[in-house]
């Protein structure tokens, strides 16, 4: 999720390197999908018959391209959208950059991408993530049909509670994009995000699954995308206080007790002396540091924006852009999807195992309530060296030698020269004095900690070393 997207978790076992330092608004979109008729402005996605991906154990980086990955995401012919915050952005002195089917901006004016990324880690930063498609998936079969796409065990989920999860394609066990689930107030209401570049494939997949979920008998499922939904992300140490200075009751809001992977709805003070309610705010992020996902209803997203800027002050507070971004959630060791993740990974490959429920590790069998390729995924739980199926290629991270950075698509080799993985992501860590750093796929067997190999940066070797993932120590805010 991409995006997105929020919570997530990274490879376990190997040395981390040491750093210096109660409803959203439902106006629903033309592509909102259902299984039963949807009142306003729903409309059903055509749909054909679900589609099967062939597997590819194949060491690769999914892009042709070795630029950051902020700037990558796949390019269109069709019109970029815009956020509710475009013309905030602009007002800031923001440098627009089409990414996932938006202007969104990469770097504000009078700060450099390094100066955005260290504010992060040491005050708080507000960063425009209203890009991402937010979705409601609501009635009786709201949770079976989540739980058939995705390998989450959302039925011990409690409510206003969220987990990393992964839609897969059938048969393969393929990633199809990468999101956060989020149980609100019961087993039949869930808000979800996922990546805005995978926007077009994602409502497509989901349209054609509802279909074969109606087809199949399924209890009525109603999805409704969230259209011009704000989403913004503060992050940092300094969040927690930022966010309750802006509330309307702090202390029925009581931000102190709700804690990573939790969300509950405020009521936030706005300029004019007005309110807003129905603000989700979910607790976790994609920097590695403690903050909050705030959903805001569409034409509320640039007072609410306003309000936090204004009340935190800059000393405490400022706008950052993809840039800081991008090497915050490389320094935590998260995923972007369609450079960390393909169709092609599976969540083992990916170092996402954990993301299948305890729960969902027997049945097989997508018509007693198995996921889509379980009869794949759950076979490969049980590494090689274990009797299990393992898998060919495994995610981790990188520490590479001074120099050029190595970025995606570079090759990575062993001691003789032999191509053994791909780097998916890199670049040069603000938080570690500028030390390389990467991820990317490696054979199985070359994956554990401390493992030495090389890349190859513009025809020259650099050592690389498995490293630990997270790169920088994560400060989420986890009950005792």
């Known amino acids: 999720m991409k995006a997105s997207r929020v919570l997530a978790r990274a490879n376990k076992g190997a040395p981390t390197l040491q750093a210096s330092r109660q409803p959203l608004s439902t106006r629903a979109a033309s592509s909102s999908l259902s299984s039963t008729p949807a009142s306003g402005r729903s409309s059903a996605i055509t749909s054909s018959s679900p589609r099967t991906l062939p597997r590819q154990h194949a060491l690769r980086a999914n892009a042709l391209s070795a630029r950051r990955s902020y700037a990558s995401a796949p390019e269109s012919s069709a019109p970029l959208n815009k956020t509710p915050l475009y013309d905030l952005h602009v007002a800031h002195g923001a440098k627009m950059v089409p990414f996932g089917g938006y202007h969104m901006p990469v770097q504000y004016a009078g700060q450099s991408v390094g100066q955005e990324h260290h504010f992060t880690r040491s005050h708080a930063s507000l960063f425009d993530v209203g890009h991402m498609v937010q979705h409601r998936f609501e009635g009786p079969g709201a949770l079976a049909f ?191 999807y369609g450079h960390d993740l393909d169709d092609s990974t599976t969540p083992v490959e990916g170092a996402l195992g954990w993301i299948v429920g305890r729960d969902r590790r027997a049945e097989t069998d997508v018509a007693k309530g198995a996921f889509y390729g379980a009869d794949v995924v759950l076979p490969q739980l049980k590494p090689k060296s274990k009797g299990g199926a393992g898998v060919e290629r495994r995610r981790v991270g990188f520490a590479v030698e001074k120099g050029a950075p190595a970025r995606e698509g570079s090759e990575v080799v062993d001691g003789e020269g032999n191509v053994v993985g791909v780097v998916t992501s890199g670049c040069p860590s603000p938080s570690l004095n500028n030390q390389n750093i990467a991820m990317g796929y490696v054979k199985d067997g070359l994956h554990k900690a401390g493992t030495e190999l090389a890349v190859l940066v513009r025809g020259r070797k650099r050592k690389a070393v498995v490293a630990k993932m997270p790169f920088v120590e994560s400060k989420y805010k986890k009950a005792a």
Not at 223 to 244: F, K, N, Y
Not at 287 to 301: V, W
């Open 146 to 336: 989540l739980q058939r796409v995705t390998p989450a065990g959302l039925t011990g989920l409690a409510p206003y509670s969220s987990t990393l999860s992964a839609l897969l394609w059938p048969g393969t066990g393929g990633i199809v994009d990468d999101t956060i689930v989020t149980k609100l107030a019961d087993d039949s209401t869930f808000y979800v995000v996922t990546n805005a570049g995978c926007r077009d494939k994602d409502l497509k997949y989901l349209g054609e699954q509802l279909e074969q979920w109606q087809k199949d008998g399924g209890a009525p499922v109603r999805h409704t995308v969230l259209a011009d939904q704000g989403l913004v992300a503060l992050q940092g140490p300094l969040a927690e206080q930022i966010l309750a200075d802006v509330l309307a009751d702090a202390a029925a809001a009581n931000l102190s007790e709700l804690y990573f992977g939790q969300c509950r709805y405020v009521t936030v003070k706005v300029a004019g002396g007005r309110t807003v309610e129905d603000v989700l705010v979910s607790r976790g992020g994609y920097t590695g540091e403690d903050g909050f996902e705030i959903s805001i209803p569409p034409a509320d997203a640039a007072a609410v924006t306003e309000a936090l800027l204004a009340t935190a002050h800059p000393d405490r507070l400022r706008l950052a852009g993809l840039g800081a971004r991008d090497s915050l959630r490389l320094e935590a060791g998260m995923c972007l």
